[in-house]
């Protein structure tokens, strides 16, 4: 616990969140700041603790959004902030000129836990990022241009992830973008089948996609996809930014269905929630062909730091020591099948209730009142959030380490929230 000491006086955390709402109108971004302040979420953020938040008045939240994935060791985990410290004190970052060992490491480490023959990593600094990674890899390996993606996709902002991803609001203000993508229906075999020819370098999914509303594939998907890409030569990338390092109950989605991607695509979680860190895996034939003549075809100053490989290395070996995946798939099913519980109760407002191990997601009739409802439930000390390419789905991705009694206390918090939104729309219609 930390020392209730170390924070501000009331009157100091008055005038502190106050300036900081001012800097956030003036300086940030005033359109997002409304946005928070609609939600509730206008408060400062102080501490963080494995799966709590607190803010600068003392106010602790169960973090349900968990970084949208990165936090799986929870907040300020003590080994990785440790590990960390002890390496900036050291060397922090790269020289680039000479050989870097906890890049080494990592790389070793991750060759041996990822499936099929991934042996080689890029290190680069976020999602966005190793996704870039993939899809140079992808165009250098097969000698062609065309990628095949799926909608409701998330891959990222910059953009050759943006091509990639599957929603119109983010992509149309900037094109033109990458030319070569196409899209297909997330889980429609036959689509897919049709959409990959003999100019598809590679076809990009994410095993579980995120924030088109945590959506599973039907069974045999990705295997099918796997099929497709052979029959073609294409390369299947898999995009694990969200869904790896034991989100899903596995260490990596793709362990579920047996599936060996050419490319693995990793990141927020593999940084500890301590490190910015995105990983771009690949086999022998696609690094050859990729950096054999040049190893310098891809690079990146701040990527494969040693102050980011030591707090992946460190995530990777807590993960495996405190059986993080086994945890997330346990408390995944006690999350999923209370918020069914709650979900069941109020047919009319909810519709769905989703998810593998602790990436679960709740889906509203309607966006707007999944709002209200995120609304009440921070109030209830919880913090969540809608997905990205879709507002009716209110996710719920905690740190694998929330404990079995937080666990109980989001339910009772979202079956209050629920209520009290019910209640509300009721006077509201009434
Ligand atoms: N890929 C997936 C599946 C993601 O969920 C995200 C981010 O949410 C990204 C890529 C992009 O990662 P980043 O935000 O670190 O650039």
Not at 19 to 31: G, H, L
Not at 135 to 160: E, P, S
Not at 328 to 341: H, M, P, V, W, Y
């Amino acid at each position: 616990m930390h020392d209730p000491n170390d924070f501000p006086t009331p009157d100091d955390a008055d005038r502190i969140t106050q300036e900081t709402i001012e800097k956030y109108a003036r300086y940030v971004n005033p359109a997002a700041l409304n946005l928070l302040k609609l939600g509730g979420f206008d408060k400062v953020e102080w501490r963080g603790n494995g799966a709590t938040i607190t803010d600068l008045h003392g106010k602790s939240y169960i973090d349900c959004l968990g970084g949208y994935g990165v936090f799986a060791l929870g907040h300020a985990h003590p080994e990785i902030v440790a590990a960390v410290q002890a390496q900036a004190a050291t060397l922090p970052l790269s020289s680039k000129t000479f050989l870097n060992k906890p890049l080494a490491d990592l790389c070793e480490r991750l060759a041996q836990l990822a499936p099929g023959d991934l042996q080689y990593t890029f290190v680069s600094n976020s999602g966005t990022e190793a996704i870039e990674a993939a899809l140079k890899f992808a165009r250098a390996a097969t000698k062609r241009t065309n990628f095949v993606a799926a909608h409701g996709a998330y891959h990222g902002k910059t953009f050759g992830a943006l091509s990639a991803s599957g929603r119109d609001v983010y992509k149309t203000p900037f094109a033109p973008l990458v030319p070569g993508f196409s899209h297909v229906p997330f889980g429609d075999f036959d689509a897919l089948t049709g959409a990959v020819d003999a100019n598809t370098a590679a076809v990009i999914l994410e095993p579980v996609q995120g924030e088109s509303g945590i959506r599973i594939p039907p069974r045999g998907y990705i295997s099918h996809a796997r099929e497709v890409c052979d029959k073609h030569g294409a390369l299947l990338i898999l995009d694990e930014v969200q869904t790896g390092i034991g989100r899903t109950g596995k260490m990596f989605a793709c362990d579920y269905c047996k599936v060996a991607p050419d490319i693995l695509v990793l990141a927020k979680a593999l940084g500890g929630g301590v490190m910015p860190i995105g990983a771009t895996m690949g086999t022998p034939a696609v690094w050859e062909a990729m950096f054999k003549n040049n190893p310098f075809l891809h690079t990146s100053t701040f990527g494969g730091s040693e102050l980011a490989c030591v707090a992946a290395l460190e995530t990777l070996k807590i993960v495996e020591r405190d059986n993080l995946c086994a945890e997330s798939e346990r408390k995944g099913a006690t999350l999923l099948a209370g918020l069914r519980d709650v979900q069941e109760r109020y047919p009319d407002l909810l519709t769905d209730t989703r998810g593998v191990g602790l990436m679960i997601g709740v889906e509203f009739a309607d966006a707007d009142v999944g709002k209200l409802a995120i609304g009440a439930l921070v109030k209830h000390g919880v913090v969540a959030a809608y997905t990205l390419n879709n507002a009716k789905i209110m996710r719920f991705e905690p740190p694998l380490v929330i404990t079995d009694a937080q666990v109980q206390t989001v339910i009772a918090a979202f079956d209050a929230a629920v209520c009290e939104t019910a209640e509300l729309l009721a006077e509201l219609l009434a």
